[in-house]
C-alpha cells in the first residue's frame, strides 16, 4: 500500500492519523504541494486535481480522504482476521463529513503573510507552465489548475469568502464544544475516526498561531486538545513537524526549498535565452 502525501496537508495529517491508530502498514510518499512536486508529471497522471493525499493499494486508487480513511478500516478489520466488516457508526460518519465540510484552504490562505502567500503563487503558476510544456497530452488538466491558481487570488480579495469561512469554522466548533462537554471524544466515550478528522483543524489553527483565539476560549475543546496531543499517534503524525521549535524548521526548511527552486529556475531561465529549451531545462 502507497500513500503519497506530505505533513504539512491537512488532510494527509487525518489519512495518516488513521493509519496509525489502525495500524496499518505502508509506503510514505512525500509530495509537497508548497515547492510543485504535486505538478511533476508523474503525480498528475495518477489524480488530475494535482492534490494529495493519494492511497494506492496495487491498482486501486482512492483521493477522497473520508474514503481512504473508511478503506483503512476495512484493512484493518480484515487484517485482525474478524468475521464480519465492521466500519464506523452512523454518529461518527456524520461527524467527519460535518469537519470535512469545512474547507480550510482560504481560510489558511487568509493568515499566511500577504507577500509570502503571493511569492508562493507565482512560483506555483511558473511550475504549471512549465509542465504544460513538457507534458502537452496533460495541458488540459495543466490548464484547469493554472485557471484554480487565479481564482484562489481572487477569491482571497473578497471579504466575503474570508468571512464565510471563518464563520463556518465558528459554528464548527461551537457544535464540537457542545458535544464534548458531554463526551469525551466527538462520538463518544472512546477515539474514533471522527476526531481523525478533527484533530489536524486543531492543529492548523495552533500552526497559525490562532490558538487563543479558536481554542483557549473554548474549555472542553481546550481540554479535549491536551488530551490527544498525548496520543502516540498524533505524536508521530503531526507533533514530530510542529511541535515546539519543530514548527520553525519546517516551515523554515519549506520556504528555503521555494527559494532554491526559484533561483533555479531564473538560472535555467537565463540559460534558455542562451539557445537550450526549456523542456529539456525542466527535465
Known amino acids: ?23 496499518v502498514d505502508y509506503t510514505s510518499h512525500h509530495v509537497n504541494p508548497v515547492t510543485g512536486k504535486n505538478l511533476d508529471s508523474s503525480f498528475f497522471k495518477m489524480n488530475r486535481h494535482g492534490r494529495v493525499p493519494v492511497f494506492q493499494n496495487g491498482s486501486h486508487i482512492i483521493y477522497s480522504t473520508i474514503d481512504i480513511i473508511q478503506y483503512i478500516e476495512r484493512i484493518a478489520v480484515v487484517s485482525s482476521g474478524a468475521e464480519s466488516i465492521s466500519a464506523s457508526s452512523r454518529e461518527v460518519i456524520q461527524w467527519m463529513q460535518r469537519i470535512q465540510d469545512w474547507d480550510s484552504k482560504f481560510f489558511t490562505l487568509s493568515h499566511i503573510p500577504e507577500k509570502y502567500r503571493l511569492y508562493v503563487s507565482k512560483f506555483i503558476r511558473q511550475v504549471v507552465i512549465a509542465r504544460m510544456s513538457e507534458s502537452p497530452e496533460l495541458a488540459g488538466d495543466y490548464h484547469r489548475k493554472l485557471k484554480e491558481a487565479y481564482e484562489t487570488e481572487e477569491k482571497l480579495k473578497e471579504a466575503d469568502v474570508l468571512r464565510s469561512s471563518k464563520e463556518h469554522l465558528v459554528r464548527l466548533l461551537d ?23 478533527l484533530i489536524p483543524v486543531l492543529s492548523r489553527l495552533e500552526l497559525l498561531d490562532l490558538e487563543n483565539e479558536y481554542i483557549t476560549g473554548r ?15 498524533y505524536k508521530k503524525v503531526i507533533g514530530k513537524y510542529f511541535s515546539g521549535w519543530r514548527k520553525h524548521k519546517t516551515l523554515l526548511k519549506t520556504w528555503l526549498l521555494i527559494r532554491i527552486r526559484s533561483l533555479l529556475k531564473r538560472r535555467k531561465g537565463c540559460i534558455c535565452q542562451s539557445g537550450q529549451s526549456a523542456k529539456d531545462l525542466w527535465a
Open 1 to 23: 500500500m502507497q500513500l503519497y502525501h506530505h505533513p504539512l496537508d491537512l488532510e494527509s495529517q487525518r489519512v495518516r492519523l488513521a493509519l496509525e491508530e489502525e495500524g
Open 175 to 197: 457544535e464540537v464544544e457542545r458535544q464534548l462537554s458531554e463526551t469525551p471524544y466527538l462520538a463518544g466515550q472512546d477515539f474514533t475516526m471522527a476526531d481523525v478528522m
Open 219 to 233: 474549555p472542553n475543546i481546550s481540554e479535549y486538545w491536551i488530551l490527544v496531543q498525548q496520543r502516540p499517534s
